[in-house]
């Protein structure tokens, strides 16, 4: 039986944490979605386990504030980009610097500096991402996913797919789709 | 970064160093000749897995095609990208690499700073995998 | 027809067993009345013996009296002589009708009244000559006596009449009994006679008729049995039968020839059938004979045999029962001599075996060859363009021109290179001809094409494509390389236009498509408003390496029209072209539907 799993990221990271903090039974608040404030102290040892605990699940604490900023610009990026609905005709610049509080030039150079890419790239990456996913679960066009993604035409979409990743939305669906069947004969053999 | 190399043309080995010399990206390039010598390198114990495996096709006793195969079905060494390195194919034999895993085609390029953009886009590419968390099922790219 | 045959022998056997009946029945009948006539003159003859008898008796009776009388007149004893055999007559007479009245109950107390008249006359008689003899003769008592015996005469004829009488009323009696017998019966065998014919005409009908079937089919099995025996002859085939009951087999003639005897010339069974077999196939042959003898599976089966003259034949027989209801009443078989065709589908097999090698060669080679052409040529376009980069400073500026144009030349083999492969890869061999729906071909197309399309603005007017058999990505390849010429031929700076039209035509009403075996095709064009080209060079451009314009104006081989020529071709179509310089292009592929 074959199941189209969607995930919250944000509602099942934070359960993860929450699980991960109450395992060490930690007295802790939640503030915002990175943010975790820990009332009490922890010595060098619990931290070691606290951050091996969260390693299994790819989390990681970040030391470092500039890491912090480039953390949360990805963190608005991801979220504009997997919005439920259509994504907002935006002006990116405008958006971050208002999530966040600085000005764009220095977000864009502070980004470049530490990822190596431009926030322009970066979004088109996630755009990328989202694309796929929303290939491969089947149920939407080209055309559907070129509009939801606020493309201003299929040939646009396609194009810039093409540019990122070298095929186009179709074949990459084809792609997929035969990996799955080879997928699924290798468990009848 | 980790980067592994498998191709048995002299040339094409030194362009390869050479291109990743010149890449802002601090690397760690380790070479090897044919597929045996490189299933070889990937099971012994105890080695640094790479972060990417390009694969030439076109080797001797083992072919690379094999090895794809033989790397994805191997549980510690599945998630490791790998990117085939090839001089020509149909289209039909790139999507058929990419159905057979891979995640990564390039057709040689002849003119070396082209080769040198490519190396570099894979790289940053790979990196902002690794670094934003996303689905590496989901990394395929054709150059 | 079965149950025809079935219910028309019932019948018959049911007419004959009616007719045996009513014939008994007319037997008996007949008999009855026969022994009821036999009877009857018995009877009468019975009666007569007695009216006889009792005549007799009176003759004899009468012949006393005068035996009587004449002694009276004459006393001669001359006359006592008659007078005593009569009476000894008269006496065997009376035992006579006794016996013959034995059992009749009612002449009983009649014959007793005779005997005692009888006596009575007799005494008279006697008293009448002793009276005669007497010399005092008294006259009145002779009279008396005489008279007396007169009347006694009367009353036995009175009695011999009633006897007669009562004989009388018995044969009456039994006459009216015969005649109501018999009145009946002959109209009931009348009738039962005319009915028999009548049962009898009719079986005769129905049998004649019957007949006039059975030889008009027999005609017919005569005819289809000489028209099979030719068509063996001709094709090479022969039949058997086997019957299940008798275990015998039946070979028909053309089997002997088959063999390379006689018709006939040995007996049909499986052993002398075996004889012929090929040594290695014999196993086979008689497991074959076990399975259909014992357990009626008749299965195809492919043995060798080797003729009387030696010669090996490759036989191929097939079999079948023939059953009647639940019974098998025969088993078929036919044998075909397929030697030749098996010698055509070995050579044929090995032909193909042998192109589809060679094939298969050429295939790898012209890949391998491609392949191992491409490397050198890539690395000398590495290493220039290596060299140009690390020497630039030192190369001069001529030097740094013939590099270049080292690159452009290397550059362009490689393009060659690549489109030969292409070219040479769009075959028909070992390619899968599936349903594919051409709009999403389309689309695919597009995508593929989607920088360009983007770059120059390019606007599309597409109709529903239908969905037909195709190699799938061959007809992708024809679309892009259609689609991509019309944005390459683009004006510049304007807008490409390209419209797709699709339409059924018919082979009929455009005689270029009629060599092509198929009836109808769909037209799928693709205009453009492009730069367009002379009408003249319409066929030539289809040409391998043939280029309407200078490589500097437009990068290209010449190849990919060449390949469309080839897809369109390998799925049985025709492509045309037709350009206007200055206006468009409109390129019009015609597949079969």
């Keep these: ?189 | 970064m980790h980067i592994l190399l498998a191709d048995d043309d002299e040339d094409d080995c030194l362009f390869f160093k050479e291109a990743f010399e010149d890449i802002k990206i601090k690397t760690n390039l380790r070479i090897v000749n044919d597929g045996v010598e490189l299933m070889n390198y990937l099971t012994r114990t105890g080695i640094k897995l790479p972060h990417i495996l390009f694969l030439d096709l076109n080797m001797p006793r083992k072919s690379g095609l094999d090895c794809l195969v033989e790397i994805k079905s191997m549980k510690h060494l599945r998630d490791i990208p790998i990117a085939i390195y090839s001089t020509s194919a149909s289209e039909a034999d790139i999507e058929d690499t990419f159905v057979k895993g891979a995640n990564i085609y390039i057709k040689k390029p002849g003119d070396f700073g082209a080769l040198k953009k490519t190396l570099e886009q894979i790289v940053t590419i790979n990196w902002q995998y690794h670094t934003s968390g996303l689905n590496k099922e989901h990394f395929l790219l054709s150059i | 027809m079965k149950l025809k045959w079935v219910s028309k022998a019932f019948f018959i056997k049911g007419l004959f067993v009616l007719s045996l009946f009513l014939l008994i029945f007319i037997s008996s009948i007949s008999y009855k009345h026969i022994t009821s006539l036999t009877e009857s003159t018995q009877l009468l003859v019975h009666s007569y013996k007695i009216q006889i008898e009792l005549e007799q008796l009176m003759s004899y009776m009468k012949e006393a009296e005068t035996g009587q009388r004449g002694f009276i007149i004459s006393h001669d004893t001359v006359f006592l002589e008659p007078y005593k055999s009569a009476h000894e007559r008269v006496n065997g007479s009376f035992l006579i009708l006794k016996y013959l009245t034995a059992e009749q109950k009612e002449q009983q107390p009649n014959l007793d009244s005779l005997l005692h008249l009888l006596n009575y006359r007799f005494e008279l008689l006697e008293t009448s000559l002793v009276l005669a003899v007497n010399a005092e003769m008294n006259h009145n008592e002779l009279d008396l006596n005489l008279r007396r015996g007169r009347d006694v005469m009367d009353l036995l004829r009175m009695q011999v009449n009633k006897i007669n009488e009562v004989e009388m009323g018995y044969f009456k009696l039994h006459q009216r009994k015969y005649e109501h017998e018999i009145f009946f019966t002959p109209i009931i065998a009348f009738l039962l006679l005319m009915f028999t014919l009548m049962v009898f005409t009719f079986s005769f009908i129905k049998i004649n008729r019957d007949l006039v079937v059975l030889i008009k089919s027999n005609k017919q099995l005569i005819i289809k049995t000489e028209s099979i025996n030719h068509a063996e002859i001709i094709g090479e085939f022969c039949t058997t039968q086997w019957d299940p009951e008798t275990h015998r087999y039946a070979f028909s003639d053309n089997l002997y020839r088959m063999l390379g005897v006689e018709p006939q010339s040995f007996e049909p069974t499986i052993e002398n059938y075996i004889k012929f077999v090929h040594p290695e196939d014999r196993k086979t042959v008689e497991e074959s004979y076990e399975q259909t003898t014992k357990e009626n599976k008749i299965n195809p089966l492919s043995y060798r045999i080797i003729r009387k003259d030696g010669e090996l034949r490759y036989f191929r027989s097939r079999g079948k029962a023939v059953s009647e209801g639940q019974r098998n009443i025969t088993h078929i078989g036919i044998i075909k001599d397929v030697t030749q065709m098996h010698l055509n589908s070995i050579e044929l097999e090995e032909r193909n075996h042998a192109l589809e090698q060679s094939i298969k060669e050429l295939e790898s080679f012209n890949r391998i060859a491609s392949h191992d052409l491409q490397e050198p040529l890539r690395k000398i376009q590495t290493f220039i363009s290596r060299i140009s980069e690390k020497e630039a400073l030192t190369l001069s500026d001529s030097g740094k021109e013939y590099f270049e144009k080292i690159l452009t030349s290397v550059t362009r083999m490689r393009v060659l290179i690549d489109d030969l492969l292409l070219f040479s890869r769009t075959t028909k061999t070992e390619k899968v001809f599936e349903p594919a729906d051409l709009n999403q071909l389309l689309e695919n197309a597009l995508q593929e094409l989607s920088h360009d399309i983007e770059e120059k603005n390019a606007v599309f007017f597409i109709p529903k494509l239908p969905v037909l058999n195709v190699i799938a990505f061959q007809i992708q390849q024809l679309f892009m390389n259609l689609i991509g010429n019309s944005l390459k031929y683009s004006k510049p700076g304007i807008s490409p236009k390209i419209r797709i039209e699709c339409k059924k035509v018919m082979a009929q009403e455009n005689p270029i498509l009629k060599p092509l075996n198929h009836n109808a095709f769909y037209k799928i064009s693709v205009i453009d408003n492009g730069l367009g080209f002379e009408q003249e060079y319409a066929e030539n451009i289809f040409n391998l390496f043939q280029r309407l314009h200078h490589e500097k104006e437009f990068p290209g081989s010449g190849i990919g029209l060449s390949i469309c020529k080839k897809i369109v071709e390998n799925h049985s179509g025709f492509i045309t072209a037709e350009g206007i310089p200055g206006i468009g292009s409109s390129m019009h592929i015609f597949l079969p539907k």
């Design chain 1, 1 to 189: 039986m074959k199941l189209y799993v969607k995930f919250n990221v944000t509602a099942t990271c934070k359960k993860v944490l929450q699980e991960q903090l109450d395992k060490f039974q930690l007295k802790y608040d939640l503030l915002g979605f990175n943010e975790v404030e820990i009332n009490e102290d922890i010595s060098p040892a619990g931290m070691k386990k606290i951050v091996d605990g969260f390693s299994q699940y790819g989390i990681e604490i970040i030391d470092r504030p500039k890491n912090l900023l480039i953390q949360k610009i990805k963190d608005a990026i991801t979220e504009l980009v997997y919005m439920e609905d259509r994504l907002p005709v935006v002006k990116i610049s405008t958006y971050l610097s208002e999530k966040l509080g600085y000005g764009y030039g220095y977000i864009s150079n502070l980004f470049s500096e530490v990822t190596f890419t431009s926030i322009e790239n970066y979004i088109i990456l996630q755009k990328t991402e989202r694309a796929k996913q929303l290939i491969i679960t089947n149920g939407l066009t080209i055309t559907e996913i070129a509009w939801k993604l606020n493309y201003s035409s299929v040939a646009h979409f396609s194009n810039q797919f093409k540019s990122a990743t070298g095929l186009t939305p179709t074949a990459f669906q084809r792609i997929i789709n035969k990996r799955r069947e080879a997928l699924i004969n290798v468990e009848i053999d």
